[in-house]
């Protein structure tokens, strides 16, 4: 079994700054990684996947990066619609599993 | 537009069946695999299943936390994926979304459309 480690728990930043999350899994995952946003009331929505690829609609600020075992989202310039929890996220074939690492908040400092 | 829309969720005893429905729309259903995710009240997300397209077989798959009491199922005529969860525990609360299974770089991994999610209630 895969897992997905977030760091920080909580990041306590303002608006305009960059924001840097971290994913590690406990075994290679190659590029196979999502990061979703999640803003409070709602279901998750896809931000990236392929590590670094942008799903539509998503903004430039937002970037990823990494392979292997160790992955960031970065944020460069926090926007208000911006503070919420992010979620990694990805699958391993045999046995067939899906899984989220716990996530990160942004919230306002 | 890609729409999910989830329903069916509610009030159930433990040990009680809930069958939940995800209505979809804006895209080709039977071209995709679709997979259920479920988070308890203040708690992570959890993958709970998915079923392939028929192109794939149509199997299912799920977590070890539900297998043997849940089932996935789909009619690509309707465009419906179904939940069927029997034997429910409070361990089982929390709201529970659709989800389209993305493609990219050879694999189905991500969830790139998600419904807004039925909440599922276990007490007596």
């Known amino acids: ?109 | 537009e890609v729409q999910l829309v989830e329903s069916g969720g509610g009030l159930v005893q433990p040990g009680r069946s809930l069958r939940l429905s995800c209505a979809a729309s804006g895209f080709t259903f039977g071209d995709y695999a679709m997979s259920w995710v479920r988070q308890a009240p203040g708690k992570g997300l959890e993958w709970v299943g998915f079923i392939r397209s028929k192109a794939f077989g149509g199997t299912t798959e799920y977590a070890a936390s539900v297998k043997g009491r849940f089932t996935i199922s789909r009619d690509d005529s309707k465009s419906i994926a179904y939940l069927q969860m029997n034997s429910l525990t409070a361990e089982d609360a929390g709201v529970y979304s659709c989800n389209r299974v993305g493609y990219a770089s050879g694999r189905y991994y991500f969830f790139d459309y998600w419904g807004q999610g039925t909440l599922v209630t276990v007490s007596s």
Do not use: H
């Open chain 1, 1 to 109: 079994e895969i897992v997905l480690t977030q760091s920080p728990a909580t990041l306590s930043l303002s608006p305009g700054e960059r924001a840097i999350l971290s994913c590690r899994a406990s075994q290679s995952i190659s590029s196979f990684l999502a990061w979703y946003q999640q803003k409070p009331g709602q279901t998750p929505r896809l931000l990236m996947y392929d590590a670094s690829k942008r799903a539509t609609g998503i903004p430039a600020r937002f970037s990823g990066s990494g392979s292997g075992t160790d992955f960031t989202l970065t944020i460069s310039s926090l926007e208000p619609e911006d503070f919420a929890v992010y979620y990694c996220q990805q699958r391993t074939n045999w046995p067939a599993d899906f899984t989220f690492g716990p996530g990160t908040k942004v919230d306002i400092k």
